[in-house]
């Protein structure tokens, strides 16, 4: 005799019903839940070459509510992805993938479309700092940091860009 079991849905399992057939679920992972697409002043650019880094970021900026225009790992992919999403600020890595890097990627992004920089690096020594000068950076947040930090730093720079507007 077969064994009956305490819930119905048990009983369908593949192992007791071998006709169970599991179906594909899928949910929002954009934690958005329903709501409409952050703004320009919310939306945040990710210059990181570093695949870890990048998602710990990425995981701590969307805990935190922040909106997120994009990871990039090279300065060519960082320019285009601000071109087309348009962020209010760029957490900038120096170092990056390909021949330009981060000083590189967001002094064009100043220039070009007025998106300033907070640098995450573990290289800000004085003559990086002076490269990125014209870029008016936004803070520098020295490598390793916390995401408390980081978050720290993102929301004294969209002070910073509202006092100036």
Same mark, same amino acid.
């Given at each position: 005799?077969?064994?009956?079991?305490?819930?119905?849905?048990?009983?369908?399992?593949?192992a007791i019903?071998?006709s169970?057939?599991?179906?594909?679920?899928?949910?929002?992972?954009d934690?958005?839940?329903?709501?409409?697409?952050?703004?320009?002043?919310?939306?945040i650019?990710?210059?990181?070459?570093?695949?870890?880094?990048?998602?710990?970021?990425?995981?701590?900026?969307?805990?935190?509510?922040?909106?997120?225009?994009?990871?990039?790992?090279?300065?060519?992919?960082?320019?285009?992805?601000?071109?087309? #999403?348009?962020?209010?600020?760029?957490?900038m890595d120096?170092?990056?993938?390909?021949?330009r890097d981060?000083?590189?990627?967001?002094?064009?992004?100043?220039?070009?479309?007025?998106?300033?920089?907070?640098? #995450? #690096?573990?290289?800000?020594?004085?003559?990086?700092?002076?490269?990125?000068?014209?870029?008016?950076?936004?803070?520098?947040?020295?490598?390793?940091?916390?995401?408390? #930090?980081?978050?720290?730093?993102i929301?004294?720079g969209?002070?910073?860009i509202?006092?100036?507007?």
């Amino acid at each position: 005799m077969r064994p009956k079991t305490a819930i119905p849905e048990l009983s369908r399992a593949g192992a007791i019903n071998p006709s169970f057939k599991p179906r594909v679920v899928f949910s929002r992972d954009d934690l958005s839940g329903g709501q409409a697409a952050g703004t320009r002043s919310q939306l945040i650019l990710v210059v990181e070459d570093d695949y870890l880094i990048a998602l710990d970021i990425e995981a701590g900026l969307l805990a935190e509510g922040f909106s997120l225009a994009g990871l990039a790992t090279s300065a060519d992919q960082a320019i285009s992805m601000a071109i087309s #999403t348009k962020p209010a600020l760029a957490l900038m890595d120096i170092r990056l993938l390909g021949k330009r890097d981060g000083v590189d990627a967001a002094l064009e992004l100043y220039r070009e479309l007025g998106i300033r920089c907070i640098f #995450t #690096t573990a290289h800000g020594d004085r003559d990086v700092r002076l490269r990125a000068e014209a870029a008016k950076p936004l803070g520098w947040v020295q490598k390793p940091y916390s995401i408390a #930090t980081l978050i720290t730093a993102i929301r004294n720079g969209f002070d910073e860009i509202e006092k100036q507007r």
